[in-house]
């Protein structure tokens, strides 16, 4: 890892889904819970960054958390949000701006599949007409050309979201805790395809934060502490295919999530194959198929196989989204990143209860991916 080591020392999340609470109070409870796995105060925090996409500024949570005057900068960068708000807490531990940050996303979302404003992007009216502006319409398109280039079946889109079912059942925080099969998800109706109503993730509401500190910090404190050995955020390059894309690029696609998991990586002296557990986006099952390549961990097109042999279940070679993903908790926007991380510190600590990875999992990955094009990645180790 370059330049001064950061350790995770406290994690804290909400449950996922629907929730009385305001997105401030899931927040002010993602924070508490972070603080008191660190076994700190709050004043104990030289510097805090975070945001959410639809439920106000984070800098304004100090008036619950305690008014001590630190920096708190807000971060807003579509579901790369949590991402972001961590590399910064990480920037600000290496450049010696504290030796103890906060990161906290939070969110919440109304029902309904998430729609932008086509005129907050700086796009024209037209661009939602094109069908490019709903996002599950965006996602269907990209996921039928993958599947037309490599071969990839419909069966195979159920069995990732029948594993996301699966997790979340073993999952306290998450949302969706119903197991479904493969022939359900199939049949559970259309939407975008070929992508069916199961296959989705769901907006929501919920909160995650972490306590990141300088070695000598992470000493006095009670926590079990994981080192963050990399993260790194990138934005889309010329050729790619997204959602706010002004264009349909014809032959090979630029992936943004390619660029972020290989300087990840490369930060972190590490590579896919000695990843033990792995959070990849999941905004519906075909994110997941796509992700696994772009960050590394196989071919274009042998997800078939994989998916299909358990490889990328719990007990599996490869477990992903270990939690259930976005699938099972649903994506409130600002929170997701960082709920990524803490399912993948709790892995390395040995206390994921019933969804604990066997073996002793010591190294893990994390990713996220979203409009318009950014890509946030991590590696973690024990």
Not at 163 to 179: E, I, S
Not at 284 to 306: K, T
Request: aromatic share 6%.
């Amino acid at each position: 890892m370059s330049g001064t080591d950061v350790l995770i020392c406290g994690a804290g999340r909400t449950p996922f889904g629907r929730s009385e609470a305001t997105g401030r109070q899931l927040a002010i409870a993602a924070v508490n819970a972070a603080l008191a796995d660190a076994g700190i105060g709050w004043s104990r925090v030289g510097a805090a960054f975070g945001g959410s996409d639809s439920a106000g500024l984070a800098d304004t949570l100090v008036a619950q958390l305690g008014l001590s005057g630190l920096p708190f900068v807000n971060v807003k960068n579509g579901c790369a949000t949590g991402g972001s708000a961590l590399v910064s807490a990480v920037n600000a531990i290496r450049s010696g701006m504290a030796d103890v940050v906060l990161a906290v996303g939070f969110d919440k979302h109304p029902r309904g599949a998430f729609d932008p404003r086509p005129e907050d992007w700086g796009l024209g009216a037209e661009y939602g007409s094109d069908g490019l502006m709903v996002t599950t319409q965006f996602f269907g398109m990209k996921i039928r050309r993958y599947m037309h280039d490599h071969g990839i079946t419909p069966r195979t889109l159920a069995l990732v979201a029948e594993k996301a079912y699966r997790n979340g059942v073993l999952t306290p925080g998450a949302w969706r805790r119903k197991a479904l099969s493969a022939g359900e998800i199939l049949e559970s109706g259309m939407v975008s395809d070929p992508l069916t109503r199961y296959m989705f993730c769901s907006p929501g509401a919920g909160a995650a934060a972490l306590v990141l500190c300088s070695p000598e910090a992470a000493r006095a404190m009670d926590g079990q502490p994981v080192t963050l050995r990399s993260a790194a955020v990138r934005t889309r390059r010329f050729g790619s295919f997204e959602v706010f894309s002004p264009w349909i690029p014809g032959g090979a696609l630029t992936s943004v999530s390619r660029d972020a998991s290989a300087a990840a990586f490369e930060e972190a002296g590490l590579g896919p194959g000695d990843v033990d557990v792995c959070q990849l986006q999941d905004t519906e099952s075909g994110a997941e198929v796509m992700h696994m390549a772009e960050c590394g961990f196989c071919e274009d097109g042998e997800q078939e196989r994989l998916v299909a042999s358990g490889a990328t279940g719990i007990g599996g070679t490869l477990p992903v989204n270990t939690d259930g993903g976005c699938i099972a908790n649903g994506e409130p926007i600002g929170a997701s990143g960082l709920r990524q991380v803490y399912e993948v510190v709790q892995q390395l600590r040995g206390r994921s209860g019933e969804h604990q990875v066997p073996g002793d999992p010591r190294i893990g990955f994390t990713h996220v991916y979203g409009a318009p094009g950014v890509s946030a990645c991590t590696v973690l180790s024990r």
